[in-house]
């Protein structure tokens, strides 16, 4: 996966209409194209989730004391962007309609049932 960072710099993270031709213009089953994209949003969901993780994991400190509570101000800036990132089914849906998608059907045999 590229830099998911650099990708959504320029992404709007608001919800648009998106014209159902442009969808089904190439695989002709309106189901099949939101399967592809439920399955990159979910990958993309994990991927920032580990991400993040493991970012914040670098400042966590380990203290007994539950009354020693510090704001680490790189912690709340990290958090702050990943919380500005357009949600991943948004992020999957423009890398379908802009082809940088690749799938694949694993049942051979379905595929040619449907030609």
Not at 8 to 36: A, C, F, G, W
Not at 55 to 80: G, P, R, V
């Amino acid at each position: 996966m590229k830099d998911i960072k650099s990708k959504v710099q320029n992404l709007n993270p608001s919800i648009q209409p998106r014209n159902m031709e442009n969808l089904i213009s190439d695989h002709k089953n309106i189901y099949e194209t939101l399967v592809v994209i439920t399955k990159r949003a979910k990958q993309v969901n994990v991927d920032l989730k580990k991400e993040l993780y493991q970012k914040l994991e670098e400042f966590a400190e380990t203290s007994d004391a539950i009354e020693e509570i510090h704001e680490n101000k790189e912690q709340i800036e990290i958090s702050k962007f990943y919380e500005r990132i357009p949600n991943p089914v948004i992020i999957s849906m423009d890398e379908f309609l802009n082809e940088e998608i690749h799938f694949r059907y694993t049942d051979k045999k379905r595929f040619q049932d449907e030609d």
